[in-house]
Each structure stands twice: as structure tokens, then as C-alpha cells.
């Protein structure tokens, strides 16, 4: 029987973050049970590894409904975990997304962190019609959108369309049709909506939608991180290395905070946070 961990990742507390359900030998388990399980633990994302190398592994993620391509939360819990039950150190996980490269290090604490290094972002500027139908499916009105960020459709392991907001306050007001968004997202391919707030130039608020995970909301989405920091380089705000601070959960009650590296020339955007067991 497959031994489940579980962990709230990019918090140092079990009450936030963003909580996984981690397999770290899944060599026994075919595709069907994998979607069982991730169900029955029915966190956004179970992640489940098979050992293939010295510290590499393939790495797979399933939300209650589906398997997804790439999942940051449930990569930082993994790493994590393995770290804590091997060594700190360097490790290597292929996903449907590409290859990800990933770095623990402990604290004097000994508190472990994670950084994944994304598959190369990119991003492109949204349509109009995908725009409307967002807004519509959101319930919000294109005067709620900051136009110093157009709506883009970024992808950094999966693809997420970014909305950028005026006001906190419509941000914390977040109430979607479900339904409706779920089947724009399934007919678009995006795994969450990025909907974010600029607090400052290097600290943005984000809330994630993830209807197609048969989950309302995502509170920490490290895929998303990376494609955001895609989206900014991509806009041309990244002129020299940028270290993002990404603000997710706290409308939900569980505060999660995601650093992203990113830098002018090169594509790829590397995701920071720490992860703690959550007790059973």
C-alpha cells in the first residue's frame, strides 16, 4: 500500500500554504489508482514519484479530477520531504512539463526550502474574446483591470490567463461562476486563472481559481509563479534580476508566500518556498 505524506508547501505553518498530498515510491501504482488516490486525499494536487536515478525521479501530479502536466506546490512538498529523508542537496524530477531541476538547502533551524527551476516561460497577450469571457464567468467588468498589465495567457509548466486588478478590495470580493469558468478553462487549457494585485514593484497579491481541479481555489500555485514571472519579462519589466514576492491564500485563511527569481535573460524563472508535514 502506497504510504501518503502530506504537506502545506510555501508556508513555515501547517495551518497555511498550499497543501499536497505526496507518494514518494509510487513504482506500484498504475495511472487509475493514482487518480484514486489523489481523490480520496483531495487536496488540489497529489504528487507521485518513481525513483529512477541517483536523486532523479519522475514526478506526476493528479488535482481530485485529473492529471495535470506540472505542478509547483506539490514539487517544492516532494523535494522537501525527500531532503528531509535522504539529504538536502540537488535533485531532478521529469514531468510531462520537461525536465525540473530543483535545490534544497536547511536552515540553522534545519528548516528545509526548495527552489525548482521552471521549464522556459513564455507568454503571449490575451484575446479579446477570452478576456470577456473571464469577466463575464468572474462576474467582473473591465474597469476592475489595471491597464498597466494587459491580460496575457502565460505558461510556465502549464498555462494560466493573467488578470491584473485596480483594487485589493475586488480581489478579496472573489466570486465566480463556476461552472461557466470551468468550461472556459477546459476549452482554453488553462489550469488556473492568475488574477494579481501590484502592492509594490516586487510584491504582487494573487488569488488562483481552479475550477478544472474540482477545487474553487488554489492558495499557493508555483507554476503559476513561474508563468508570472514570464508574463513580467515578457512585458519588459524585468530589466535586471528580479526577486518577486507572490502573495496567495490570505483571502482563504492560509497565507502562502512564493518567491520567484527572475531574470532579464533567460526564460526560465526559479520558485522558492518551504514546506511542513501537516500532522495526521
Avoid at 507518494?23 to 484514486?36: K, P
Avoid at 531532478?92 to 540553522?108: H, N, W
Amino acid at each position: 500500500m502506497a504510504e501518503i505524506h502530506r504537506y502545506a508547501a510555501f508556508t513555515t505553518t501547517p495551518e497555511g500554504g498550499n497543501p499536497a498530498g505526496v507518494v514518494l515510491d509510487a513504482r506500484d501504482l498504475d495511472e487509475a489508482r493514482m487518480q484514486q488516490i489523489a481523490a480520496e486525499v483531495g487536496y488540489s494536487e497529489t504528487a507521485f514519484a518513481v525513483p529512477t536515478g541517483p536523486r532523479r525521479f519522475t514526478l506526476r501530479f493528479f488535482s481530485p479530477l485529473a492529471e495535470v502536466a506540472f505542478c509547483g506546490h506539490a514539487t517544492i512538498a516532494t523535494a522537501v520531504a525527500l531532503a528531509e529523508r535522504t539529504a538536502v542537496g540537488d535533485l531532478l524530477f521529469d514531468t510531462r512539463a520537461g525536465e525540473i531541476a530543483v535545490s534544497t538547502s536547511a536552515d540553522e533551524t534545519g528548516a528545509v526550502r526548495a527552489g525548482l527551476r521552471s521549464v522556459p516561460t513564455t507568454s503571449r497577450a490575451a484575446t479579446e474574446a477570452e478576456v470577456r469571457d473571464a469577466l463575464k464567468a468572474l462576474r467582473w467588468n473591465a474597469e476592475d483591470l489595471d491597464s498597466a498589465f494587459p491580460p496575457h495567457v502565460a505558461f510556465g509548466g502549464n498555462e494560466h490567463l493573467v488578470l491584473a486588478v485596480r483594487d485589493r478590495e475586488r480581489l478579496a470580493e472573489l466570486d465566480y461562476d463556476f461552472d461557466a469558468l470551468k468550461a472556459l478553462m477546459l476549452e482554453r487549457d488553462w489550469t488556473t486563472l492568475q488574477l494579481v494585485w501590484r502592492e509594490d514593484d516586487g510584491t504582487f497579491h494573487s488569488r488562483n481559481p481552479f475550477p478544472v481541479g474540482g477545487v474553487v481555489e488554489d492558495p499557493a500555485t508555483g507554476a503559476a509563479a513561474a508563468a508570472f514571472g514570464g508574463y513580467l519579462r515578457a512585458l519588459g519589466r524585468v530589466t535586471e534580476p528580479l526577486r518577486l514576492a507572490i502573495v496567495q491564500g490570505e483571502d482563504m485563511g492560509r497565507r502562502s508566500e512564493i518567491t520567484a527569481h527572475v531574470d532579464p535573460d533567460d526564460p526560465r524563472v526559479t520558485v522558492t518556498g518551504g514546506a511542513v508535514p501537516i500532522p495526521g
